[in-house]
């Protein structure tokens, strides 16, 4: 039988060794300055692969231009995260406060006069639901798309401006995207269209 020799190693001792700790270390180094990839949700909830999705955008300076908040309502953060729509003609990115506690999802978009352009609101939910939604103190007429654990757009509803009239949509749903009316027929948007949502949008039930 043919042996197979076994490779020794030694000690790197003078100048080979520390020649030897500078690359360790600039290596290192490099290795910490890369950003990290943005991964999104799996259709199983799992961590996707690495994508080219944008990272979170900070919140822009007009975000809060419309709100006229009564001085008998609290103020409420929100996080801002940017979504990718695709569609036929083309990817869109859209920027979108984060409603994922029960606190952010029932203030939504109340007291907001306007939006800038390409922002709306996502609501995330910690299981499907066929929750409804109303308008009630939200001066805008909106378009509410229902969309399922994948990012597909399930249903669009409207919902007209201050109006209390409960709208329910006839599926179930994992998320929904409020955008100022008209806009998704605008954008080449409709059931079908899916959406990539970073994995840290997350709903919790609280």
């Given at each position: 039988m043919?042996?197979?020799?076994i490779?020794?190693?030694?000690r790197?001792?003078?100048?080979?060794?520390?020649?030897?700790?500078?690359?360790i270390a600039?290596l290192?180094?490099?290795?910490?300055?890369?950003?990290?990839?943005?991964?999104?949700?799996?259709p199983?909830?799992?961590?996707?692969?690495?994508?080219?999705?944008?990272?979170?955008?900070?919140?822009?300076d007009d975000?809060?231009?419309?709100?006229?908040?009564?001085?008998?309502?609290?103020?409420?953060?929100?996080?801002?995260?940017q979504?990718?729509?695709?569609?036929?003609?083309?990817?869109?990115?859209?920027?979108?406060l984060?409603?994922?506690?029960?606190?952010?999802?029932?203030?939504?978009?109340m007291?907001?006069?306007?939006?800038?352009?390409?922002?709306?609101?996502?609501f995330?939910?910690?299981v499907?639901?066929?929750s409804p939604?109303?308008?009630?103190?939200s001066?805008m007429d909106?378009?509410?798309?229902?969309?399922?654990a994948?990012?597909v757009?399930?249903?669009i509803?409207?919902?007209r401006?201050n109006?209390p009239?409960?709208?329910?949509?006839?599926?179930?749903?994992l998320?929904?995207?409020?955008?100022?009316?008209?806009?998704w027929?605008?954008n080449g948007?409709?059931?079908?269209?899916r959406?990539?949502?970073?994995?840290?949008?997350v709903?919790?039930?609280?």
């Amino acid at each position: 039988m043919q042996s197979r020799s076994i490779p020794t190693f030694r000690r790197i001792g003078g100048w080979r060794a520390s020649l030897a700790l500078l690359l360790i270390a600039a290596l290192a180094l490099a290795a910490c300055n890369d950003e990290a990839p943005v991964v999104v949700r799996a259709p199983d909830g799992a961590v996707a692969s690495e994508s080219t999705l944008p990272a979170a955008t900070p919140i822009p300076d007009d975000i809060d231009d419309g709100l006229e908040l009564p001085d008998d309502s609290d103020p409420i953060s929100f996080d801002y995260v940017q979504l990718v729509m695709v569609t036929a003609g083309g990817e869109l990115a859209i920027g979108a406060l984060v409603a994922d506690t029960i606190r952010r999802r029932t203030r939504g978009l109340m007291f907001r006069e306007e939006l800038p352009d390409y922002t709306g609101m996502i609501f995330a939910f910690p299981v499907e639901t066929r929750s409804p939604f109303w308008n009630q103190d939200s001066p805008m007429d909106l378009e509410i798309a229902f969309l399922d654990a994948e990012g597909v757009v399930q249903e669009i509803l409207l919902l007209r401006g201050n109006d209390p009239t409960l709208v329910t949509p006839e599926t179930r749903y994992l998320f929904a995207v409020e955008m100022p009316a008209g806009w998704w027929l605008e954008n080449g948007a409709a059931v079908g269209t899916r959406f990539v949502i970073p994995a840290g949008v997350v709903g919790l039930a609280e």
